[in-house]
């Protein structure tokens, strides 16, 4: 026979698997990979997750995506920032391969919510792929993509797990970009890192 205390020990147990499973069930939701392969020269685990927009506000001139990226032991913050360029010239081959470009061990400063600097690098340059359009008003646009992968060890994946990001500085090789996030920032990083670790 049950005494009191068992039954409630009982029924507290009995509501929590179910939660327990469901939690886990919905983090496993949010785990949605692009890439999930195996390199099969190495046989290192290869995992891209889906690119998510990152900047609370959209704006059609200037905004990045990011991914959190897996290859065998190494973690990458993987960032996908969009700038578009507003000139009154047809834009040259040139213009076309400089508009956006990473120099090696480039530099991203990322502003955490308690105002601290977190400093990440990339292991290659990176040149964006642009095209442009011709607007009615004779201006042309030139619109930049590129994906840039920064490396990430256990100090910078736990700080940026603890906070939210306020302000992204890209260092490019003609200066800095910067892309801010209003309000109380951005959270959606520590998703695309859980989804790594």
């Known amino acids: ?18 939660l327990l499973f469901s939690s886990s069930g919905a983090n496993a939701a949010k785990c949605k990979f692009q890439t999930d392969t195996v390199n099969v020269s190495s ?40 700038v578009r360029k507003l000139q009154p010239d047809r834009p040259t081959k040139t213009d076309l391969d400089s508009a ?10 990322i502003l955490l919510s308690d105002d601290s600097v977190l400093e990440l690098h990339t292991d290659k340059g990176t040149i964006g792929d642009s095209d442009f359009e011709l ?11 590129a994906i840039i992968k920064y490396s ?27 892309f801010e996030f209003g309000g109380k920032g951005s959270s959606k990083h520590k998703e695309k890192l859980a989804c790594i670790q």
């Not at 004779?138 to 619109?143: D, E, I, P, Q, T």
Request: with cysteine; net charge positive; glycine share 6%.
């Open 1 to 18: 026979m049950f005494c009191r205390s068992s039954v409630i020990k009982v029924i507290a147990l009995s509501l929590a698997v179910p």
């Open 43 to 82: 046989g290192e685990k290869i995992r891209w997750t889906k690119w998510d927009t990152f900047t609370l506000r959209i704006d059609k001139d200037h905004y990045v995506l990011l991914s959190g990226i897996s290859e065998g032991d190494r973690r990458f913050l993987g960032l996908r920032p969009h």
């Open 100 to 109: 956006l470009v990473i120099p090696e061990a480039g530099k991203l400063s």
């Open 135 to 145: 607007f009615k008003s004779g201006k042309y646009s030139l619109n930049t993509d």
């Open 152 to 178: 990430l060890n256990s100090y910078t994946m736990k700080t940026m797990a603890a906070q939210r990001i306020k302000q992204l500085k890209l260092e490019t090789v003609d200066g800095n970009i910067d």
